[in-house]
């Protein structure tokens, strides 16, 4: 079992590009996450859903969109990257559904950086 | 608004003891995570607390007051292997995880 994977692990990116960050999970989860870790900071919610076909925006969602098209799948876009977006991204998943707390299980992130 | 306040680092020997602190004060609370980070690596999970008083687990332990915002995470008999990054997290009112920046330990011979 993989649990969760993201691709790419790393990638360096001109400012401008658009690039999307996959991230798939075969722990049949309800519920997923994209966060950003940035030094000095807390892990920060960008966007998540609560169930396939459902996304809402975390608490830094500006200038990512997501999709949830089937359970297992979840990928974060960035439209046009800009270098404060230069960060490690975390996938997470849990099987809290719409109201439950239970513990998110994350991929191995993606270092991404926009020059 | 919210706020997770944690120690930035901490440094402790081998074979001793370190409690790692935890404050916070959010909208709502449905638990409070803690999660083991090992640099480059991706955070997993250690302990979750809902209730008052003390969880154990190995030689980690959780403990929680809800009256005082407050938590700790207790290591015994340290290892090297657990010089990593603590992150403490509250889930609120909206079942979303509000984050502390974590402790980074440092485990000494």
């Known amino acids: 079992i993989a649990g969760i994977t993201q691709a790419p692990t790393s990638q360096i990116l001109a400012a401008g590009r658009r690039m999307t960050l996959r991230c798939t999970q075969d722990m049949r989860h309800n519920a997923m996450y994209w966060y950003r870790q940035d030094l000095g900071l807390g892990l920060r919610l960008i966007h998540y859903s609560n169930t396939a076909g459902t996304t809402g925006k975390g608490e830094v969602p500006d200038g990512y969109s997501v999709s949830r098209a089937n359970t297992d799948d979840f990928p974060l876009t960035l439209a046009s990257a800009v270098p404060s977006q230069t960060s490690v991204y975390f996938c997470?998943?849990?099987?809290?559904?719409?109201?439950?707390?239970?513990?998110?299980?994350f991929g191995p992130g993606t270092r991404l950086t926009v020059l | 608004g919210q706020n997770i306040d944690q120690p930035t680092e901490m440094t402790a020997t081998e074979g001793a003891i370190v409690q790692i602190n935890c404050t916070y004060q959010?909208?709502?609370?449905?638990?409070l995570f803690w999660y083991q980070q090992h640099a480059g690596e991706a955070p997993t999970f250690l302990s979750y607390?809902?209730l008052d008083g003390l969880e154990e687990k190995g030689r980690f332990s959780s403990f929680l007051s809800r009256s005082k915002g407050y938590s700790y995470l207790l290591l015994k008999e340290l290892q090297m292997k657990d010089s990593a990054s603590y992150l403490c997290a509250v889930m609120d009112s909206n079942y979303q995880l509000i984050w502390g920046a974590g402790t980074k330990l440092i485990i000494k011979p």
């Open positions: 959010t909208s709502g609370f449905n638990g």
């Open positions: 997470a998943s849990s099987d809290a559904g719409l109201a439950g707390a239970d513990t998110q299980y």
């Open positions: 607390n809902v």
